[in-house]
Antibody
């Protein structure tokens, strides 16, 4: 069955960078885009952006433009999200999600298990 | 950005009760509205997409309705396994935005 498996938890110091991976299996990777969503402790969900697995096009939320980079490696069916210049308020669980798009549908139908990123000095 | 407002923020209901959660968008989003269920310590799970379409494998006691700015998620008969937080999400435009969540507890 289709699934997304993310890399393990990370602990980083302020100012550092983190790169989270998201490996897809059970479907044709290049058919669906990958979105990234984060959730701060006890908080709601925040859309970070999206990357096309077909041509690498990206669309970032404004607050992550310039500080975040989303990429894909089609040879390994893996998507990556890198966040630089980390701050304490970047502490969150980061999720990748498969983006399913049709005529009147745009949804996240499969989610990774989440990666906890802790930013602390 | 489009603001998504859910109500209530939390609710407590008994097994078998009918539960209704509402979601309001700050502007029209047509039917680009999805509902997710998040159980404690787990990733969100898609329940309803395009406002009223039931995701494969999701029990039929979950229904979604609405269009434009006002949407509803209904659980027709609450079950113990429905303990979770429910989020709405608009995918009409970027940045895609989520409601703040509704925590459902079992009495």
């Amino acid at each position: 069955q289709a699934q997304l498996v993310q890399s393990g938890a990370e602990v980083k110091k302020p100012g550092a960078s983190v790169k989270v991976s998201c490996k897809a299996s059970g479907y044709t990777f290049s058919t669906y885009g990958i979105s990234w969503v984060r959730q701060s402790p006890g908080q709601g969900l925040e859309w970070m952006g999206w990357v096309s697995t077909y041509n690498g096009n990206t669309n970032y939320a404004q607050k992550f433009q310039g500080r975040g980079t989303m990429t894909t490696d089609t040879s390994t069916s893996t998507a990556y999200m890198e966040l630089r210049s980390l701050r304490s308020d970047d502490t969150a669980v980061y999720y990748c999600a498969r983006r399913y798009v049709d005529t009147t549908v745009d949804t996240f139908d499969i989610w990774g298990q989440g990666t906890m990123v802790t930013v602390s000095s | 950005d489009i603001q998504m407002t859910q109500s209530p923020s939390s609710l407590s209901a008994s097994v078998g009760d009918r539960v209704t959660i509402t979601c309001r968008a700050s502007q029209s989003i047509s039917s680009y509205l999805n509902w997710y269920q998040q159980k404690p310590g787990k990733a969100p799970k898609l329940l309803i997409y395009a406002a009223s379409s039931l995701q494969s494998g999701v029990p039929s006691r979950f229904t979604g309705s609405g269009s434009g700015t006002d949407f509803t998620l209904t659980i027709s008969s609450l079950q113990p396994g429905d303990l979770a937080t429910y989020f709405c999400q608009q995918s009409y435009t970027t940045p895609q935005t989520f409601g703040q969540g509704t925590k459902v507890e079992i009495k």
